[in-house]
């Protein structure tokens, strides 16, 4: 029987495991040097804030995996042996692969800056880090965030339920500024500060001051004001965890290089997930992406490659969420934080400042490219349809109240956004 | 510099502890509460119609002021910090503690109301001598240990009604639908039914009778003294026994279909009520084990059997072999017992059978024809035990088990180890009639929304039903269960925006390949199969 080994039980890793079971009878074996069970990496948050244990981020029962012969083996992959297709473990064993599926996922980065590996500085992305944060902000009353980004919010957010005094350093004018377009940017920077947190904007990290013991005292910004603090949490982005693979035949760039069909320059290995690094980008998309979604969308593409079915991961239109605090946000299809030039938008905010809708159409042809919802849920099968059909904006305008999924009884705004937009459409017509 | 921390410790920490305010606000309702217990001690109370107004209106003031404190001054949105390191919502030994304090005093209450104060026949003493004024401006008449419980209840779903209002600002759904508890347990469960006690006279009594409670839920609805005082308080009465009968076989299937059982269960219930606000730190107590939902299945659906057979017999004890007292017969009754069960089962399992779990089908087919071979047995022998067994014995110890023990001491006392929902989910006969409905011919379903579900588990952890939601969004497959009580909280803690309950049309309800979006369409159509 053909064995399937599958390095990392994140989203990536499980769904293809979970795919290859429902279309085959192989040899499943996953390793995890980070958990015993599959747990969602982005309920993390919500244990440290007390919403949830541990337990509660398994998406499935323990006994699903013995049930669906899945076998998890907790050990760290210290090499890979593509000649003889073997693996070698850290507890001693070593496993025999027919077929290898790399789905290691992310490290947090640091960018050489002096201090990052003192005491008390730390990123956020594992099991580990949690534990570690967890042991690390114990006597914390000041702690500093560096990176506006999703973790950066995230770790904020979690920080403050334990009545920390948060400082947040983003290099950007606003926040999340390299993806979102000035106006949503500034309405997560008013909701952060809502939320007490000293938001610096365009304000970037020199040092880490450390103490005697080696434990963070302060950080030093690059217009030179040192802020004290007893914690620095580094958010600016995760590469890669292709460490174990350096001295292999397996090509690797930033992530883990393989064609649209998810393989490895070796025969019988594939990389998925935030590890996999596309030798072309695919459409707009980033070579490596590192969300929930395309690690589990590339994970459904490589079952079907491994169950005889070679499949090309050609994702749909773009799409992604998430939460700052209290405001949900959703996107489809592309927003650019800078317009290209032959984009124009249409921009709605609700008068309290935490709801707002953005759609960005072509100037030329008026066909509807991607918007943002923030502080609004809309339904992802529609806005996916019109992205799919290529849909004209005054279409989208139009349809605008039939893809609401705010919850019942919610006030509804697509009356004043419609009225508006098409005014505005007209006005950037005349 | 934003400078939140109030309190002098130096170092950050899980947000377990009490703040100033809800210590303080805690205290004031212990006062409250204080007060009623120097009253069960027999402690005399002077003005008793002050003391109590004082100890309800403390209460009160102590619940809403922690809700201030704990929810005005932030921003509106989930309020979850901390649910899992604080000891009462966590199973810790103030949970215990609770569980303890609750249980002990349903078991009083149900089995031992003498030590309330409950004086049969003379002057109460106690709890319930302190809540005779109020009681006798009401209905005229002394409390008894029912009307404490009542009155304590209603002010239990009125001020945690609105702490939860509160607390969920944000939901419009939240906010009416707790209007809509708070509204039904003031009025249809405490006020008009002791306004109602106030028409009666020598000659023409009605029974106690909360409308919004539905058979079986009140299992009692049909016994004999309630029958006799329903038809001897002429039209009024008969109305009220006919909307009692209408609200089994037609109120409660035409809500049911249009939105669900949460019509009931979480808009005007009174054990969803107090379940739904007072309940509701415990809501993540549930068990949502594969495990628990099938002992779920097994039990409650016992105790529809149980109810049918039950009510079935006592119906049957008091009526007569011709309609000389009553107009129905014993055998026409039988007859339409068997009738309506056959409707109902043929309709199930040959129709709807696709929609039944393989245990509910076996489970369907196996209490169906006990029933049937029961009522067969006794129209063809002629005994006049129905069913071979006492009449008197099965509604006693229905009372007993499901009515006290289940329902109250269970029910309510332990939510602070099983969650707000174990009598609805594992016990309530009307939950699993309106669910059977709900699962087989609503509209109602919690649909999710493409590709954005991120397997959190928000929405299974605080589901109170103890529904795994995660196991359908993770799937794209919308949610269609019979536990389902609507309560909406699922939807609200989704960071993703991934749920949405709604009354939709029967096509595509129940996916049968369902698929979550993101890949090419061609992947998509093989992830279908």
Same mark, same amino acid.
């Given at each position: ?45 919500? *244990? ?57 996922? =992310? ?18 992305? =594992? ?100 802020? =004290? ?7 600016? #982005? ?12 397996? %090509?690797?760039?930033?992530? *883990? ?14 990389? *998925? #997930? ?5 030798? %072309? ?45 209290? *405001? ?41 490219? #991607? ?30 109240? =039939? ?28 | ?332 009754? +039988? ?98 009639? +309106? ?80 698929? +979550? ?13």
């Amino acid at each position: 029987m053909e064995h399937v080994i599958i390095i990392g039980n994140g989203i990536a890793g499980v769904t293809a495991a979970r795919h290859i079971r429902k279309l085959s009878d192989k040899q499943i074996t996953i390793i995890s040097k980070e958990s015993d069970h599959f747990f969602s990496r982005t309920a993390l948050m919500y *244990i440290y804030m007390g919403h949830m244990k541990y337990e509660h981020t398994k998406p499935y029962e323990d006994h699903f995996w013995a049930k669906n012969r899945l076998e998890l083996l907790r050990d760290t992959v210290l090499s890979v042996n593509t000649d003889t297709r073997e693996l070698q473990l850290e507890k001693g064993t070593v496993l025999t692969y027919d077929q290898l599926i790399l789905a290691t996922g =992310s490290r947090p980065n640091a960018f050489g800056w002096p201090g990052q590996n003192a005491k008390g500085v730390q990123g956020l992305y =594992s099991l580990q880090d949690l534990e570690l944060l967890e042991e690390n902000t114990k006597h914390t009353r000041h702690a500093v965030i560096v990176g506006g980004g999703l973790i950066g919010i995230e770790l904020a957010e979690m920080l403050r339920t334990r009545h920390m005094d948060v400082t947040m350093l983003v290099r950007e004018k606003d926040f999340w500024g390299g993806v979102l377009p000035p106006k949503e940017a500034q309405l997560v920077g008013r909701h952060i500060r809502e939320h007490h947190i000293d938001l610096r904007l365009e304000t970037e990290l020199e040092e880490i001051l450390t103490d005697e013991h080696n434990q963070v005292k302060a950080v030093k910004t690059k217009s030179g004001e040192d802020i =004290s603090c007893g914690f620095v949490g580094l958010t600016v #982005g995760v590469h890669p965890n292709i460490g174990f693979l350096q001295n292999s035949p397996i %090509e690797t760039d930033r992530g *883990i290089l393989v064609n649209r069909a998810l393989e490895t320059n070796v025969p019988g290995v594939y990389a *998925i #997930g935030d590890c996999a690094q596309q030798r %072309e980008a695919i459409g707009e998309r980033k070579p490596v992406e590192q969300v929930w979604y395309t690690g589990r969308m590339m994970g459904e593409t490589v079952a079907q490659t491994i169950c005889g079915n070679r499949m090309e991961y050609a994702p749909g239109p773009w799409f992604n969420s998430a939460k700052f605090f209290d *405001i949900e946000y959703q996107t489809y299809g592309w927003v650019w934080a800078k317009p290209k030039e032959n984009e124009a938008s249409l921009y709605w905010e609700h008068e309290d400042g935490k709801k707002c809708l953005r759609l960005v159409y072509d100037k030329d042809s008026m066909r509807f490219l #991607g918007l943002n919802a923030f502080g609004l849920r809309l339904r992802h099968e529609l806005c996916d349809a019109w992205l799919k059909k290529e849909a004209s904006i005054d279409h989208v305008i139009e349809a605008l109240p =039939s893809a609401n999924f705010d919850p019942e009884f919610y006030q509804k705004h697509e009356q004043d956004i419609m009225r508006q937009f098409s005014k505005n459409l007209k006005t950037a017509a005349a | 510099m934003s400078e939140v921390k109030k309190n002098m410790a130096l170092t950050g920490e899980p947000p377990a502890a009490l703040s100033a305010g809800q210590k303080g606000a805690t205290a004031l309702g212990m006062l409250g509460l204080g007060v009623l217990l120097l009253a069960v001690f027999n402690v005399h109370f002077p003005n008793k119609g002050l003391w109590l107004s004082l100890s309800l209106c403390t209460m009160v003031a102590g619940i809403i002021w922690f809700a201030q404190v704990t929810y005005a001054g932030k921003p509106s949105g989930i309020k979850n910090d901390g649910v899992w390191f604080k000891s009462i919502s966590s199973r810790g030994l103030w949970a215990w503690f609770f569980a303890l304090f609750i249980t002990g005093f349903y078991v009083v209450l149900y089995f031992f109301p003498q030590y309330l104060g409950l004086v049969k026949d003379g002057e109460n003493t106690g709890i319930i001598a302190l809540f005779d004024p109020l009681s006798k401006a009401l209905s005229g008449n002394p409390a008894s240990q029912w009307f404490v419980y009542g009155t304590l209840y209603t002010i239990a779903i009125f001020a945690f009604g609105i702490k939860f209002i509160w607390k969920y600002r944000h939901n419009r759904y939240e906010v009416i639908r707790t209007v809509s508890v708070m509204f039904f347990q003031t009025a249809f469960a405490f006020i008009i039914p002791e306004l109602m006690a106030r028409l009666n006279s020598e000659s023409w009594s009605l029974p106690y009778y909360d409308l919004k409670n539905i058979w079986p839920l009140n299992y009692y609805n049909f016994e004999q003294y309630r029958i006799d005082s329903f038809i001897s308080a002429g039209t009024v009465g008969t109305a009220l026994l006919i909307f009692g009968i209408l609200s089994i076989f037609v109120i409660t299937p035409v809500l049911t279909y249009k939105y669900g059982k949460r019509w009931y269960c979480s808009w005007v219930c009174g054990c969803g009520g107090l379940a739904e606000t007072a309940g509701d730190p415990f809501r993540q107590l549930s068990d949502k084990s594969v495990r628990a939902w099938k002992i779920e299945r097994w039990m409650v659906h016992s105790v529809v059997v149980f109810v049918t057979i039950m009510t079935t017999a006592v119906v049957h004890s008091y009526l007569g072999e011709d309609s000389g007292k009553y107009w129905l017969t014993r055998s026409t009754f +039988l007859v339409g017992v068997a009738a309506v069960l056959t409707l109902v089962f043929v309709w199930a399992v040959v129709f709807k059978r696709d929609k039944l779990q393989k245990d509910a089908r076996y489970g369907a087919i196996g209490f169906f024809v006990v029933i049937m071979t029961l009522i067969g047995i006794h129209l063809f022998s002629g005994t006049q035990q129905v069913f071979l067994l006492e009449a008197e014995k099965l509604r006693s110890s229905y009372g007993f088990l499901i009515g006290a023990v289940f329902s109250g001491v269970i029910g309510v006392g332990f939510y602070p180890l099983m969650g707000s929902r174990v009598w609805c989910r594992f016990g309530c006969p009307m939950a699993a009639i +309106l669910g059977f409905q709900q699962k087989l011919f609503s509209k109602f379903k919690i649909s999710t929304n493409g590709g954005q579900c991120i397997s959190c588990g928000n929405c299974s952890t605080y589901c109170e039903m103890g529904i795994d939601v995660r196991a359908y969004a993770q799937k794209g497959q919308n949610i269609v269960r019979s536990s389902c009580v609507g309560c909406g909280i699922c939807s609200a803690v989704c960071p993703r925006g991934v749920l949405k309950l709604e009354n939709d049309s029967h096509k595509g309800r129940v996916d049968e390949s369902p698929v +979550l979006l993101g890949n090419a369409d061609n992947l998509l159509d093989l992830l279908k199969k």
